[in-house]
């Protein structure tokens, strides 16, 4: 009995990206993905000490989209220019001052999330809703255990730091996941079959 082997999952970034130069088109990746969560970070709502944004979409977006390697090369740029001085974090914020806020912990949690997030999706795909729900899923929980770690220096005790700092955030994190399930098998499947 012979089993027909998945074909191999394809990144949804090479279909929106499509220059042939690999430098060029990983600049451009990284860019595009920069200006992307630069841009997600300014729908705030401050509803606390931690403020609702639509970075974490777009950290989980963009890992799932890029895999591993160009997710977290992504973050790790996008917060090497917001610590240097460029007004990329939530409210303009920037500068190696953040590091020292109440959401330092969330933005160290990004980078874990995207490489968890990246490896599930080169290993799964993105063409299919459980391997993106679950990606989702696992990054979501990486972004909470580090902010809600950070939060403790500022919270009397751990109850209110997870209080402060997943509560508040549980229905719109869900809401992206189920919206990242809905939107990734079906763009992936359009734009970048398996090959």
């Known amino acids: 009995m012979t089993t027909t082997a998945r074909p191999r999952p394809a990144l949804l970034v090479h279909a929106l990206v499509p220059l042939r130069h690999p430098g060029l088109r990983t600049l451009a ?19 606390g000490p931690v403020p609702v944004t639509g970075q974490t979409l777009g950290v989980l977006l963009l890992a799932a989209a890029g895999g591993r390697r160009l997710g977290v090369a992504t973050v790790v740029t996008y917060l090497g220019l917001g610590l240097a001085g460029l007004p990329l974090f939530a409210g303009g914020a920037a500068g190696l001052a953040t590091l020292g806020g109440t959401t330092a912990g969330y933005l160290v949690g990004f980078v874990v999330a995207a490489a968890l ?13 459980l391997p993106v729900a679950g990606a989702m899923l696992l990054g979501t929980l990486a972004i909470y255990a580090f902010g809600v770690a950070w939060l403790t220096r500022f919270a009397p005790d751990l109850t209110t730091a997870f209080a402060w700092g997943v509560m508040p955030f549980v ?18 499947r359009w734009l970048a079959p398996a090959r």
């Open 29 to 47: 990746q990284v860019a595009l993905g920069v200006a992307f969560l630069a841009a997600l970070a300014q729908l705030r709502l401050a509803i």
């Open 117 to 129: 997030v990246g490896a599930v999706a080169e290993r799964h795909g993105t063409d299919r809703a």
């Open 171 to 188: 229905v719109g994190d869900a809401l992206k996941i189920v919206l990242a399930t809905a939107l990734l098998p079906w763009a992936t």
